[in-house]
């Protein structure tokens, strides 16, 4: 299916392009988009160029010495544990090696089986504490 752009009404005569402007060579106040079409500015109380930020967390950089780190940056969740290890060793690597990327996939799975064992014993060790008293109170009853 063709699409035709042609503005001229059927049957004048006259070819789109031939002196008559088409399309996107229309008149600039006559383009739907015009009340968006504007300069960018900037947003009120907004802070230009954007403060670095500070962090007493671990950020992990990339070794390439002329890679600049972006002016903001997450600090949430900072490494830990096993997976803050394995992150720290993915970032000895350029990111345009696959290891790199490799490492800090395994890395979030680290992270997910942590949590579940950090989940797992805070239930357990309430029970395994009743579990021993249990055992030890039958334990006296039975002498």
Request: proline fraction near 12%; hydrophobic fraction near 40%.
């Amino acid at each position: 299916m063709q699409e035709t752009t042609s503005t001229t009404p059927a049957g004048t005569g006259r070819e789109p392009g031939a002196g008559q402007p088409v399309g996107v060579d229309l008149d600039p106040a006559r383009r739907p988009g015009v009340p968006r079409m504007h300069a960018p500015e900037r947003l009120p109380h907004t802070r230009f160029p954007p403060e670095r930020q500070r962090s007493r967390a671990t950020v992990f950089m990339h070794g390439r010495p002329h890679k600049t780190f972006p002016p903001v940056f997450g600090t949430a969740v900072p490494p830990k544990g096993l997976s803050g290890l394995v992150r720290r060793a993915a970032y000895h690597y350029p990111d345009h090696y696959m290891r790199h990327w490799t490492m800090l996939l395994f890395a979030d799975r680290v992270d997910l089986w942590e949590h579940r064992a950090r989940k797992a014993l805070r239930l357990a060790a309430p029970a395994l504490v009743a579990l021993v008293a249990v055992r030890a109170g039958l334990r006296a009853i039975a002498r």
